[in-house]
């Protein structure tokens, strides 16, 4: 899988400005999700990580030059589960790490809602957990367009 890519300069991030208003996709009534750091069950993870995981899109918190955030989310479908999983730039390793972060069952939930309310399941447990407010900006799209996931920040 190709690493992704953190863009330098304006004329490549997707335009945020003026974006539709979107309406979210129906949240199924059996979605019993477990989302945050480390709480994902093993028995739901792939040992070798996820093989074909669809790129939700990659956003990025800025806070200062030196204390910053950006992640890239992907959903994959396994077994029994649906699972986001976090990519993220480890400056310890200096590459790319996969971390899972939410699940859910996928018997009756499409892909579309469970990238939108894992996506959503996640946000919430960092604005609860870790005290962490919304992105800054959206450094690309995937599965989920800008206005997708600028709605999917507005009900956290």
Not at 33 to 49: L, M, S, T
Not at 127 to 143: L, Q, T
């Amino acid at each position: 899988m190709q690493n992704p890519i953190i863009p330098m300069r304006p004329e490549q991030f997707p335009q945020q400005r003026v974006y539709e208003v979107l309406t979210l996709p129906q949240r199924p009534e059996s979605f019993n999700c477990i989302a945050g750091f480390g709480e994902v069950p093993q028995d739901a993870v792939p040992k070798n990580g996820p093989r074909s995981a669809i790129c939700l899109g990659q956003v990025e918190w800025a806070w200062s030059p030196m204390h910053n955030r950006i992640d890239v989310y992907y959903l994959h479908r396994g077994r029994r589960y649906w699972i986001l999983w976090n990519r993220y730039w480890s400056e310890d390793w200096y590459k790319w790490e996969w971390q899972p972060v939410a699940c859910v069952h996928h018997k009756g939930i499409s892909e579309k809602q469970a990238a939108v309310y894992l996506l959503m399941a996640f946000w919430q447990n960092q604005a609860h957990e870790r005290e962490c407010d919304k992105f800054h900006w959206i450094n690309g799209e995937g599965y989920l367009c800008v206005a997708e996931l600028k709605a999917v920040a507005r009900e956290v």
